[in-house]
C-alpha cells in the first residue's frame, strides 16, 4: 500500500496459498469457538430449537416448588399464630358438658335391660348352633363332635351291605390329615403298598385312617381335636372308617364335608 502524495510504501503483505488458509482456519475456529462460549454460559442458547422444552419443564418443576413452599409458609404462620393465641391467653379449653352420675347409674341400667327381641334371636341362634355343631347317628343317639378328617372329594361311599365299612376321599399332594376327635394313637402301622394305617381311639369311639403317606405321630401319642397326624400324597385315597362301642358309623352322616 502507497500513500497517495509521496508515493511512499506505508506496508506490504505477502499472500500465499498457505497463509490464506491457515487465516481463514483460525477465523473460523475463533468463531466456532465465540459461539459455542455465548450458547452454553449466556441465555442466547434458549432461543435455538430444542432448549425451549427443557426450559419449559424447567418452570414448571421451579413453579411447583414455589407452589409447595407457599403452603408450608402458610401452614407454618397458622401454628405460628395458633401458638401465640395459646401463650397469650386467647384460646379458651373446649368446654365438656358434666352429666350427673344419676344420669350415669340410670343408663347403665336401660343398657342392662333384656330385650325379649334379643333374648329370642340369641335363644333361636344358640340353638342353632347347637344343632349344626352336634353329631348324631343314623339312630339318633349322641356320638360327639367330629372334625373333617381330611380336605377332598369322597369318590366311593361306605356300603355296610357289601362289608365295605370305609369311605374312600380324594385329596391334594401334601394335604395334612387331621385328628377328628381328641384321643390317643393307638396304632400306626406300615400296609403292603408303603403306605400307613393310622387308629386313633377316644373311650368307645375308634376312627381309622388308612393310605396315609407319612405319619407325623408316633403310636401311643395323645392328639387333640383337628391336630395333623399325616400327610397325604395325592396318589392314594384317603380310606376312613368310624366305630362307636364296636357299632359303625357312616362318615357321611356324621361330618360335614
Given at each position: 500500500?502507497?500513500?497517495?502524495?509521496?508515493?511512499?510504501?506505508?506496508?506490504?503483505?505477502?499472500?500465499?496459498?498457505?497463509?490464506?488458509?491457515?487465516?481463514?482456519?483460525?477465523?473460523?475456529?475463533?468463531?466456532?469457538?465465540?459461539?459455542?462460549?455465548?450458547?452454553?454460559?449466556?441465555?442466547?442458547?434458549?432461543?435455538?430449537?430444542?432448549?425451549?422444552?427443557?426450559?419449559?419443564?424447567?418452570?414448571?418443576?421451579?413453579?411447583?416448588?414455589?407452589?409447595?413452599?407457599?403452603?408450608?409458609l402458610a401452614l407454618q404462620r397458622q401454628y405460628?399464630?395458633?401458638?401465640?393465641?395459646?401463650?397469650?391467653?386467647?384460646?379458651?379449653?373446649?368446654?365438656?358438658?358434666?352429666?350427673?352420675?344419676?344420669?350415669?347409674?340410670?343408663?347403665?341400667?336401660?343398657?342392662?335391660?333384656?330385650?325379649?327381641?334379643?333374648?329370642?334371636?340369641?335363644?333361636?341362634?344358640?340353638?342353632?348352633?347347637?344343632?349344626r355343631l352336634m353329631v348324631y347317628t343314623a339312630?339318633?343317639?349322641?356320638?360327639?363332635?367330629?372334625?373333617?378328617?381330611?380336605?377332598?372329594?369322597?369318590?366311593?361311599?361306605?356300603?355296610?351291605?357289601?362289608?365295605n365299612y370305609g369311605i374312600a376321599v380324594k385329596?391334594?399332594?401334601?394335604?395334612?390329615?387331621?385328628?377328628?376327635?381328641?384321643?390317643?394313637?393307638?396304632?400306626?402301622?406300615?400296609?403292603?403298598?408303603?403306605?400307613?394305617?393310622?387308629?386313633?381311639?377316644?373311650?368307645?369311639?375308634?376312627?381309622?385312617?388308612?393310605?396315609?403317606?407319612?405319619?407325623?405321630?408316633?403310636?401311643?401319642?395323645?392328639?387333640?381335636?383337628?391336630?395333623?397326624?399325616?400327610?397325604?400324597?395325592?396318589?392314594?385315597?384317603?380310606?376312613?372308617?368310624?366305630?362307636?362301642?364296636?357299632?359303625?358309623?357312616?362318615?357321611?352322616?356324621?361330618?360335614?364335608?
Amino acid at each position: 500500500m502507497l500513500d497517495d502524495t509521496t508515493l511512499r510504501e506505508v506496508f506490504h503483505f505477502r499472500v500465499s496459498t498457505l497463509g490464506a488458509i491457515s487465516v481463514i482456519t483460525i477465523t473460523l475456529l475463533s468463531l466456532i469457538v465465540l459461539l459455542s462460549v455465548l450458547i452454553v454460559y449466556t441465555p442466547i442458547r434458549n432461543i435455538l430449537p430444542g432448549y425451549s422444552a427443557s426450559l419449559r419443564q424447567q418452570l414448571i418443576m421451579e413453579s411447583a416448588r414455589v407452589d409447595s413452599l407457599q403452603t408450608d409458609l402458610a401452614l407454618q404462620r397458622q401454628y405460628l399464630d395458633v401458638i401465640k393465641q395459646l401463650t397469650a391467653g386467647d384460646i379458651r379449653p373446649d368446654s365438656v358438658q358434666s352429666l350427673d352420675s344419676l344420669q350415669l347409674v340410670e343408663r347403665a341400667q336401660i343398657l342392662e335391660q333384656s330385650n325379649p327381641a334379643t333374648d329370642a334371636f340369641l335363644s333361636q341362634y344358640e340353638q342353632k348352633e347347637r344343632d349344626r355343631l352336634m353329631v348324631y347317628t343314623a339312630s339318633g343317639s349322641n356320638v360327639r363332635q367330629l372334625y373333617r378328617p381330611v380336605r377332598g372329594v369322597v369318590t366311593q361311599p361306605a356300603r355296610p351291605d357289601q362289608h365295605n365299612y370305609g369311605i374312600a376321599v380324594k385329596t391334594a399332594a401334601k394335604e395334612p390329615v387331621l385328628a377328628v376327635t381328641r384321643g390317643t394313637i393307638v396304632s400306626a402301622e406300615r400296609m403292603a403298598d408303603n403306605t400307613f394305617a393310622v387308629v386313633l381311639q377316644h373311650n368307645a369311639f375308634v376312627a381309622t385312617y388308612r393310605h396315609v403317606s407319612k405319619v407325623l405321630k408316633p403310636q401311643g401319642a395323645s392328639v387333640e381335636t383337628g391336630e395333623s397326624i399325616g400327610i397325604m400324597d395325592g396318589d392314594h385315597d384317603l380310606v376312613f372308617e368310624l366305630w362307636n362301642a364296636g357299632a359303625f358309623v357312616n362318615p357321611e352322616e356324621v361330618i360335614v364335608w
